[in-house]
């Protein structure tokens, strides 16, 4: 089956500086990466999504990138602000979703 | 929020016992799936289902099995319970063949003692 690594698991990083997460799957037939974001206590929630046709996505302070021959992805927070504090999951899915083991984000005012 | 519901929010269980835990998917969504989260850890898929039937499974022992209804509805069984089920157990409803459709649940929380 699939297998997600995550790295690093734990970010500190000042209030406006830019913070980058990355992974790396196993399964060349997965063919869709999102990226989560989950708060203690609460449900995951999607922030961006990437499928293996596009190399690079951006959504307004949030971008992700996939490299399909290396197999790995990344998620880049610029502009960082402290209520992106949270842990952070990547997945990779042909179908069913498996998980990275999150990265827990510190954003220092 | 979604329209992906989950009951209970909280139980406490001792080893051995019994428990079912339910989900109510998104209107319109055909499948569903269920994850544990450990405490520090990501979700690990459980199985899913699709037409009331299962449609792929994770790493989990046959004591962990799952019914889907007609209404899309679903519950996840989990026999013989031990420690280290305890854990945040999560459902995601969606469109069948569109990942990108998911949405989780808010999930219970199951203890075991």
């Known amino acids: 089956g699939e297998n997600v690594e995550q790295h690093p698991s734990t970010l500190s990083v000042q209030e406006g500086d830019s913070a980058v997460i990355k992974c790396t799957y196993s399964d060349s037939a997965s063919n869709y990466f999102p990226w989560y974001k989950q708060e203690l206590g609460k449900r995951p929630q999607l922030i961006i999504d990437?499928?293996?046709?596009?190399g690079e996505k951006k959504d307004q302070r949030i971008a992700v990138t996939l490299n399909k021959t290396a197999k790995h992805f990344s998620l880049h927070i610029t502009e960082t602000q402290p209520e992106d504090s949270a842990v952070y999951f990547c997945?990779?899915?042909?179908?069913?979703?498996?998980f990275g083991t999150g990265t827990s984000l510190t954003v220092i005012p | 929020e979604t329209g992906v519901t989950q009951s209970p929010t909280h139980l406490i269980k001792t080893r051995g016992q019994q428990v079912t835990l339910r989900c109510s998917s998104q209107s319109g969504h055909n499948t569903v799936s269920w994850y544990q989260q450990a405490l520090g850890q990501g979700p690990q898929f459980i199985f899913q289902y699709y037409r009331e039937e299962e449609n792929g499974r994770g790493n989990f022992p046959p004591r962990f099995s799952g019914l889907q209804f007609p209404n899309y509805s679903s519950e996840l069984n989990v026999n013989a319970l031990e420690l280290d089920d305890s854990a945040l157990y999560l459902c995601a409803s969606s469109l069948v063949g569109r990942p990108d459709t998911q949405y989780f649940g808010p999930g219970t929380r199951l203890t075991v003692l």
């Open positions: 990437i499928r293996s046709n596009v």
């Open positions: 997945a990779a899915s042909l179908d069913q979703f498996y």
